[in-house]
Structure formats: C-alpha cells, structure tokens
C-alpha cells in the first residue's frame, strides 16, 4: 500500500536518477537481395538493413546493423514478448491482438 501511494513520486525520481536508456522513436528498413551470379555460381539470401533511431538525455542517436529474414523474425518475437513483459508489469492490457507488425514472410 504505501509503495502505491508514493508510486508516482518514486517513478519521478527514478527517472531523474536512473540511467537514461535510450528509447526507440523510429524504425526504417529495407530489404537488399543480390540476385544469383552465373558467373560465380553463388546463390544469395535476401539481407535485411534495419536502422533503429534512438534518443536519450545524450541526444539522438541511429542503431543499423543488418540481419536475416530468419534474425528479423526472432527480433521482433523477442520484442513482442518484451513488450508483453513490461505491460504486465505495469498492469496494461495486452494490446497484441490490436496492432501486429508486418510479417516477414
């Protein structure tokens, strides 16, 4: 009970004192595939580029690293569940049957 009463004040000081994460505000990506080469013989997979654009009490900042298909589809399973963990947490309905990312297949 008493952490209720003074939850607010408590998250207010956190914030002021906690390191500040960064948070994500935006998303861009695209999606590169080299196209067989005959002369090579060499087949190539479809490469995803993801930038992830940040800001922090430090600024802003823009996070591109590239991935599989396969990679893509795990980092969003993982960042759903994450998603899910924290708005138990914060006792919020779980909003995944309302909003779904893009399928990557």
Known sequence: KAFVAQEK?????????????????DVEWRLDYNVN??????QHDPL??????????DGAK???FTCSRAQLHD???????????VDSLLGKPSSSSKSK?????
């Open 9 to 25: 004040a408590l998250r207010a000081q956190l914030s002021e004192t906690g390191p500040g994460l960064p948070s994500i505000v």
């Open 37 to 42: 080469s005959s002369a090579t013989g060499r």
């Open 48 to 57: 995803y580029i993801v930038k992830l654009k940040t800001e922090s009490a």
């Open 62 to 64: 823009d996070i591109e």
């Open 75 to 85: 980092l969003l399973t993982q960042a759903r569940s994450a998603k899910q963990a």
């Open 101 to 105: 990312a893009p399928s990557t297949g």
